[in-house]
């Protein structure tokens, strides 16, 4: 379940690290327009151009490194969950 928890958290959040690095990159051009209003539009916009696809590039990376912490933490808790049941259980 913690791996399940990991691989959903990274699909469902690297569309929204995407358009937050590409905003953050983003340099008007000659005429000081900027490619993206928002993330709204960005959202939109790089789909349209660069397709659906564009909004979860380098997910391989990005599952080891969130993933991994999503997977971790969850494998953490059970076991903390598992010893206060057991030190409450013996009191």
Request: aromatic fraction near 16%.
């Amino acid at each position: 379940s913690a791996f399940a928890s990991g691989l959903i958290y990274c699909a469902a959040s690297l569309p929204l690290d995407i358009t937050k690095t590409r905003i953050q990159n983003m340099k008007a051009d000659a005429a000081g327009i900027y490619p993206y209003s928002g993330m709204f539009d960005a959202l939109m916009k790089i789909p349209q151009r660069e397709g659906v696809l564009a909004l979860w590039k380098g997910f391989p990376p990005y599952f080891l490194r969130s993933g991994g912490h999503t997977v971790f933490m969850f494998l953490f808790k059970e076991q903390y969950t598992k010893l206060y049941k057991q030190a409450r259980s013996g009191q």
